[in-house]
Nanobody, 125 residues
Framework: QVQLVESGGGAVQAGGSLRLSCVASGHIFSIGRMAWFRQAPGKERAIVAVYRWYDGDTYYTDSVKGRFTLSRGVGKVAVTLQMNSLKPDDTAVYYC??????????????????WGQGTQVTVTS
């Protein structure tokens, strides 16, 4: 089992920035990918960004490219999602997730087996 602790959510005006962090513990040897998903009110949960652990490869959904940056935390099994130029459409509950590295596409939710509790991000216009 992998346990995930998320932090950094909050409320910000459009154009502002927030940083989300996710720290893993437990069976961390099983982690091949760390990802952020988000679920907006009335919508399905969707991929935001993925970090592949062994080589640092990253994936971003189109709507956040150029605005969000996912990077590895220093000294621990963790990732940080830096979110800049936030828009009201970014409002959602953000979830950290981990899974194995395999041939399954980065954005396949079913490949992620451990999930955090979620952190709210609210962007006002």
């Amino acid at each position: 089992q992998v346990q995930l602790v998320e932090s950094g959510g909050g409320a910000v005006q459009a154009g502002g920035s927030l940083r989300l962090s996710c720290v893993a513990s437990g069976h961390i040897f099983s982690i091949g990918r760390m990802a952020w998903f988000r679920q907006a009110p009335g919508k399905e949960r969707a991929i935001v960004a993925v970090y592949r652990w062994y080589d640092g490869d990253t994936y971003y959904t189109d709507s956040v490219k150029g605005r969000f940056t996912l990077s590895r935390g220093v000294g621990k099994v963790a990732v940080t999602l830096q979110m800049n130029s936030l828009k009201p459409d970014d409002t959602a509950v953000y979830y950290c997730a981990t899974g194995p590295n395999n041939e399954v596409p980065y954005n396949s939710e079913s490949n992620y087996v451990s999930w955090g509790q979620g952190t709210q991000v609210t962007v006002t216009s």
